[in-house]
């Protein structure tokens, strides 16, 4: 079960208010690495877990905290929200597209400048000067961002990259505010996702160690039924050789299991495709102008799905 308890995590309310802010905080929320994406990422690993109890418990510890910090970006967006002039906002707008008409300018443009540095509307219109479960733009958060596969080295990685993305527009976030409230919650975060980057790379070298998981992914596909001798091959596909100077294209590889092989002039493998014709009563365009006229199963014309009159 969960409980909730009433203080926030962390908090430092904003000095001012400021709607435009406010839109971009909800990218923080409900993006594809907001805190929305790692909160159901972290709860779904979790209760899908099987492995040892103490990687359930680490997958249900963050991600009950990230509910929390989904918690005090609402509560940051209903405070820059509040007392936002939204009506000085619309009055606002209309001296810059007059001027643009009378002095000749692009009235268009300047209306899509205007919008896209207006407070969302929906902040006002839908949500009643709160948060909501969307991005920065409106797009509503997608239960496709989150990753839960049952396999907890491929899981434990795409968390890592969760929060490497979600430390970075967090920090994005950061440099484009002047408020001492916003700085210092956004700094807490930040913080945390620093632990957070730390703590799957912990986790991921503690499952490999353990010996549950080894790379490559899935660990339990035999590598004799993998064509090993194309496995740790460096393919230089684009013009130039730079690529070969990585330590991916030369050594020993991570797994231990092979060495790197720079293929400066990879060779095509196999043929050059030479689809089959497609069924006639499918109409696709043909290689030539008798190649779909052949007998099919069940006669001449014969439909694709057949019909059946249900009498009176």
């Given at each position: 079960m969960?409980?909730?308890t ?6 430092k ?46 997958l ?5 905290e ?23 906002q ?61 396999n907890?080295?491929?899981d ?21 505010s ?5 700085k ?62 990585g ?60 019909r059946?009159?249900i009498g009176?």
């Amino acid at each position: 079960m969960f409980y909730h308890t009433k203080k926030l995590q962390y908090f430092k309310p904003p000095e001012q208010p400021d709607a435009l802010y406010a839109k971009k905080i909800q990218e923080l929320i409900g993006g594809t690495f907001g805190e929305m994406t790692v909160m159901m990422q972290y709860l779904f690993q979790g209760w899908n877990c099987r492995g040892p109890a103490k990687y359930r418990d680490m997958l249900l510890d963050i991600g009950t905290e990230e509910i929390g910090h989904v918690e005090m970006l609402a509560t940051m967006i209903a405070h820059l929200l509040d007392k936002a002039p939204i009506k000085l906002q619309e009055e606002g707008a209309q001296d810059p597209v007059v001027g643009a008409v009378m002095g000749g300018s692009k009235a268009h443009d300047t209306i899509t400048d205007i919008i896209g540095a207006a407070m969302n509307p929906q902040h006002a219109i839908v949500s009643g000067l709160g948060a909501m479960p969307a991005d920065s733009v409106g797009f509503p958060w997608n239960g496709r961002f989150i990753v839960a596969s049952g396999n907890l080295l491929a899981d434990f990685r795409s968390n890592l990259h969760a929060e490497s993305q979600g430390r970075l527009q967090a920090v994005r976030m950061y440099e484009m505010s002047n408020d001492p409230g916003v700085k210092d919650t956004l700094s807490f975060m930040i913080a945390r996702d620093t632990m957070h980057q730390n703590q799957w790379i912990a986790a991921l070298k503690d499952l490999e160690e353990s010996g549950l998981e080894t790379t490559p992914v899935p660990s339990s596909f035999p590598l004799d039924l993998e064509k090993r001798e194309f496995a740790y091959q460096f393919w230089n596909h684009s013009e130039g050789t730079e690529s070969s100077q990585g330590q991916w294209a030369k050594g020993p590889s991570p797994d231990g299991k092979g060495e790197f092989q720079y293929i400066e002039n990879p060779q095509p493998l196999g043929p050059e495709p030479n689809p089959p014709q497609s069924d006639p009563r499918l109409h696709g365009t043909p290689l030539s102008p008798t190649a779909g006229t052949g007998q099919v199963q069940g006669g001449e014309g014969s439909p694709l799905i057949n019909r059946t009159t249900i009498g009176n």
